[in-house]
């Protein structure tokens, strides 16, 4: 079974404090990605990842970081989190699509972050 | 850019009666994804539909895409409490990295 893990359930920051959530997977998929879930909003993409080094902006990437050095590990990062970035953030990973026509994507258990 | 809407935005059902669930695209559906979150978790991959008119079935939950393939419906037939969570369905729109678009989900609630 696919395995993704986020480094924390819950985290409390204060606001102008920078911010690590790290993502990893233990199935060597190449894309990785990171969401936001907010009420009403549903998932938004914020950057994803198809290779070592690589990165693509998502719909709301400002505000945010990420670092792929390793294939299995995806961090996002919040160079100064402020009380909008409250959120629960989602990592996810899937193979690269060559692979097979469709390839749904696993998602962690999600971490919910409050910035006070 | 491709849009979901998700239908309704919640439901309460009775244990024991069907729901549906519905995810209109503004586009052609390349790809289309339900997943399940159970409350403060992650998404659980529920199935995936691919051609026009396809239909899956998993246990009690059914899904379909229409011919056009800009729709989508989750059917659960005799709902237990197991089923409530949130319900989103995700379109893949062809990009590099197999990128998705999620609805906005809708909340069911099974009344025991």
């Known amino acids: 079974d696919v395995k993704v893990t986020q480094s924390s359930r819950y985290l409390v920051k204060r606001t102008g404090e920078k911010v690590f959530l790290e993502c990893v997977q233990d199935?060597?998929?190449?894309?990785m990605f990171w969401y936001r879930q907010d009420p009403g909003l549903g998932l938004r993409l914020i950057y994803f990842?198809?290779?070592?080094?690589?990165?693509e902006k998502g719909d709301i990437p400002e505000g945010y970081s990420v670092s792929r050095e390793k294939k299995e590990r995806f961090s996002l990062i919040l160079e100064s989190a402020s009380t909008n970035q409250t959120s629960m953030y989602l990592c996810?990973?899937?193979?690269?699509?060559?692979?097979?026509?469709?390839?749904?994507?696993?998602f962690g258990p999600g971490t919910r972050l409050t910035v006070l | 850019s491709q849009e979901l809407e998700q239908s309704p935005q919640s439901l309460i059902v009775q244990e024991g009666k069907n729901l549906t669930i519905n995810c209109t695209s503004s586009k052609t559906l390349y790809g289309l994804y339900w997943y399940k979150q159970k409350y403060g978790e992650g998404l659980i991959f529920l199935m995936m539909l691919q051609k026009g008119g396809e239909e899956k079935s998993h246990e009690k939950i059914t899904a379909k895409l229409d011919e056009k393939k800009q729709q989508s419906s989750l059917h659960i037939t005799a709902s237990q409490p197991s089923h409530a969570g949130i319900y989103l369905c995700?379109?893949?729109?062809?990009?590099?990295?197999?990128?998705?678009?999620f609805g906005g989900g809708t909340r069911v609630l099974v009344k025991p």
């Open positions: 995700g379109a893949d729109n062809k990009a590099a990295g197999n990128k998705l678009t």
């Open positions: 199935m060597d998929h190449e894309n």
């Open positions: 996810a990973s899937s193979l690269k699509g060559f692979r097979g026509p469709h390839n749904e994507q696993f």
């Open positions: 990842s198809y290779d070592v080094k690589m990165k």
